[in-house]
């Protein structure tokens, strides 16, 4: 086998000492010190732009589809006066002034109270009860469920949801038997609207519409949606009834309720307007919900207002009624014994005696009260500290110290209660103020005490003096001791029963002071709209998740791709090794998996980019090759299959051949021959055939006449059984020196190295060895794999970029004139010249 190292550079001798070492130094600070290249990863966007694109349609779609089939959601609002918060709020800012720190911090826990209370499962129940969204009764072709398609094709009507003609509907249902909740119910008329609810074959209740129905298993009330309207006889409808509990922790999350803060020049402005709103997915339990809600809140806050001054009232209601009796009895008695004994007067001692008497019963009676009042109050001092008094037996005992000491108890526990916002139980001012709370509440305690003892000792004086008086009367005739008995009830009856009137009329007033001023501002109103799906913003949203994923699916692929993104990170790598050129990507290859697919060859455009940066590669060869016959004979390589060598070395060939040199290709590779492919010619015979002595070199050869150039090709023939043996034949080095003389390039086309050792040999019968890596698609192991191998060969190497960036990398753009143009302007220069001669 002959060698050609003869024929290199004295300085490319040089390098090739060097050159293991420098590619390993490049390898390892390449390895250590890479970064994400921004325009690569530019580029890599704008080749695979389909991917976000696509995957965001798909997102749209996917979007659309889901906001279909959903189940659209409907909010209610309405609006609550608070009028007992503002009322308290007032009477608390005046006896609070100049004690509150912090503005606006007496206000918040009334206010945030009631907001709670609309909250509370106690008044949300109540609402479902009487709402009757706790029951659900179908037509048996009536769907539960109304998608968002469906109400979109009805014309966006609220009728899908109720039948107005044939609906049904409950209210106050509550199944006394807990094992009635959740299930399906057949709901079944006879006549004139009376019906009857089975559970499976079993009768659990019996009714009439409008009506209350009461069993041992089941309370409710249905009614119809249209008024008048009665179900035909055997007309069967599903009914179900949920527990209350379970339909407020759905509901829970839906229900909002919030305060509306006014800013008036920067100073907060608290309002006393409570807006509520409700959601779900039917618009009329939506409405009837939300209107419960609102009137169970306002029912519940009066009962909890009217309470202690109602059992007041409620006590000498019936005190007036016992007495108005006995009044009457004893005007009665007195009148038929004056008729019978024919006294119809007493003597005017007698009748001061009993004047006397009457007002010391009286005093005793207004005492008995004052006492009863006094333990009423003592016994709600008694309860816990946040227990507050009635007013009204406060004043009613008109004691100025204890009207004092009320005020200041009052004061301190809504001071407590705002103070309650920002600290703790164990803060030292919540103890400082529980401790004065605890002082005022035992000194009330005392003055109460006192005025017990003080009013008993009262009562023990006048039960004297009335006693010594009834002694007194004794000395009087038995007819005339029954005159002044009857008398003196009479007479005692009468100033208690207007003692107790009056007594009454001032429990009225209190009472009637403590009615809630709170009132429905707004009933609850739907909104024709549902505030759920949002079609234009789910569709966006899906989109933009799409476009992220594919966005981020290019990006990851990007990471975790395995080859260089950019011929700039090619050149980092490898600075030490000799740049042959740079090509852009070709159109007519196509790399499918981990095999190649190449198109029959067409010429390069030479004005196109791709044209520009083959005739500069060719002139580069020409620099090259430009000593002697150095560079002449060429081998192609790469480190993976697909990398586009093959339409590299053939463009070239044709460039050469278009340029008037002599030039012959040989497809080397015997394992994966492409170029009679890449030409359209006979595979064989070809390379294989004259290796193996089958053929002659004449008979093996095509000589392309399509291209109008002098271009020779050796087309690899038939694959052998081991195309190593053949290549390493002396037949084949002899094949490169006849070659070398009658050819001014020779262009091998070899085998991925060192996947493939058929480069191994040939590595040593050639001028150059030029490696061609594609960017975006070598994968680095595998390229660090080859310029290893090729360094322990030590041949002459360059570096062949395939697949650069056309936006940059130094590659000229040319844009060629059109064809119309350049004919335009021939005859421009023509019709000149023409002109010139003539003259």
């Known amino acids: 086998m002959t060698d050609h190292t003869e024929n290199m550079h004295p300085s490319e001798n040089v390098d090739l000492q060097r050159r293991p070492s420098i590619a390993n130094n490049s390898e390892r600070m390449g390895d250590e010190g890479e970064k994400i290249d921004l325009s690569a990863l530019l580029r890599s966007l704008k080749r695979h732009w389909r991917l976000p694109l696509g995957l965001a349609g798909v997102g749209a779609v996917l979007a659309i589809l889901i906001t279909l089939f959903s189940v659209p959601v409907f909010e209610s609002s309405g609006s609550v006066y608070l009028g007992n918060a503002e009322k308290d709020q007032a009477a608390v800012s005046a006896a609070t002034e100049g004690l509150s720190l912090v503005p606006g911090l007496v206000q918040a826990p009334n206010l945030e109270t009631q907001v709670q209370i609309m909250q509370s499962r106690q008044v949300v129940e109540r609402a479902i009860v009487r709402s009757g969204v706790n029951v659900s009764i179908l037509n048996p072709d009536q769907s539960p469920v109304v998608h968002f398609w469906y109400w979109l094709v009805s014309g966006h009507s609220f009728n899908i949801y109720e039948h107005q003609k044939t609906g049904l509907r409950a209210t106050l249902a509550e199944a006394v038997n807990p094992d009635i909740y959740g299930k399906s119910l057949d709901l079944k008329f006879t006549k004139d609207g009376h019906y009857q609810i089975f559970d499976d074959k079993n009768l659990i209740l019996n009714g009439v519409l409008d009506e209350p129905a009461v069993s ?220 004065e709370i605890a002082s005022i509440r035992s000194a009330i305690s005392s003055v109460i005490h006192n005025q017990e003892v003080q009013t008993q000792q009262q009562l023990k004086s006048l039960d004297g003096a009335i006693d010594q008086y009834k002694s007194k009367m004794g000395q009087y005739p038995r007819e005339a001791l029954q005159v002044l008995s009857l008398t003196r009830s009479t007479e005692v009856l009468g100033k208690l029963y207007m003692f107790l009137l009056e007594k009454q009329k001032e429990a009225a007033i209190s009472r009637a002071s403590t009615i809630t001023k709170n009132r429905i501002l707004d009933t609850a109103l739907v909104h024709s709209v549902p505030v759920s799906p949002k079609a234009s913003k789910a569709v966006l949203i899906g989109a933009f998740l799409g476009l992220l994923l594919g966005l981020a699916v290019v990006f990851a692929r990007f990471l975790l791709h395995k080859g260089f993104h950019s011929d700039e990170g090619i050149l980092s790598r490898y600075p030490s090794i000799p740049l ?259 003259r």
């Open 216 to 435: 041992p298993n089941l309370r409710i009330i249905i009614k119809p949606d249209a008024q008048g309207f009665i179900p035909d006889n055997n007309s069967i409808y599903h009914l179900t009834v949920s527990s209350p509990l379970a339909v407020y922790k759905e509901f829970a999350g839906n229900i909002s309720v919030s305060q509306d803060s006014k800013d008036n020049g920067g100073t907060p402005t608290l309002s006393y307007l409570i807006y509520l709103s409700f959601k779900n997915p039917n618009p009329y339990v939506s409405q009837r919900f939300l209107n419960s809600l609102m009137l169970s809140y306002l029912e519940q806050t009066h009962a909890w207002a009217t309470g202690q001054a109602s059992s007041t009232y409620d006590y000498l209601n019936g005190q007036l009624e016992k007495v108005r009796t006995a009044l009457a009895t004893a005007d009665g008695k007195l009148a038929r014994y004056q008729s019978h004994s024919g006294l119809l007067s007493v003597t005017s001692n007698a009748q001061a005696m009993i004047t006397q008497m009457t007002n010391y019963e009286s005093q005793r009676n207004a005492l008995d009260l004052k006492l009863k009042n006094l333990q009423q109050v003592s016994s709600e001092l008694s309860g816990k500290g946040g227990s507050h008094v009635d007013s009204y037996l406060v004043t009613s005992l008109n004691d100025s110290v204890l009207n004092s000491l009320s005020e200041k108890l009052v004061t301190a526990q809504n001071r407590k209660a705002s103070l309650a916002t920002m600290y703790t139980d164990r803060a030292p001012e919540m103890q400082q103020l529980d401790k």
């Open 580 to 838: 042959f050129g740079k090509l852009p990507e070709y159109e007519a290859f196509q790399s499918v998996g981990d095999s190649a697919k190449i198109k029959p060859i067409v010429p390069s455009d030479p004005r196109s980019t791709y044209g520009e940066a083959l005739r500069l590669l060719r002139g580069k060869l020409y620099l090259d090759s430009g000593a002697g016959n150095a560079g002449k004979v060429l081998m192609f390589s790469s480190a993976f299959q697909g990398d586009g060598k093959t339409t590299v070395v053939s463009q070239l060939a044709v460039a050469l051949a278009k340029d008037g040199k002599r030039a012959l290709l040989i497809d080397a590779d015997l394992r994966h021959p492409q170029l009679h492919s890449a030409f359209d010619c006979k595979q064989s015979p070809g390379l294989a055939e004259y290796l193996a002595g089958n053929a002659k070199l004449e008979d093996c050869t095509r000589v392309m006449t399509r291209f109008d150039v002098p271009l020779t090709c050796l087309p690899s023939g038939q694959t052998p059984d081991s195309p190593v043996e053949l290549i390493g034949k002396e037949r084949f080095a002899e094949l490169i020196d006849k070659a070398r003389s009658e050819y001014d390039y020779v262009l091998i086309d070899t085998p991925p190295f060192p996947v493939l050792s058929d480069g191994l040999i040939i590595a040593r019968l050639v001028d150059r060895l030029v490696s061609v890596i594609r960017v975006g698609e070598t994968p680095r192991s595998a390229f660090k794999e080859h310029m290893q191998g090729v360094a322990e060969i030590g041949c002459p190497q360059a570096l062949l970029i395939n697949g650069a960036p056309t936006s940059q990398g130094g590659v000229y753009h040319y844009h060629p004139r059109s064809s119309v143009r350049l004919d335009l302007e021939n005859r421009v220069r023509s019709f000149i010249s023409q002109f010139q001669r003539k």
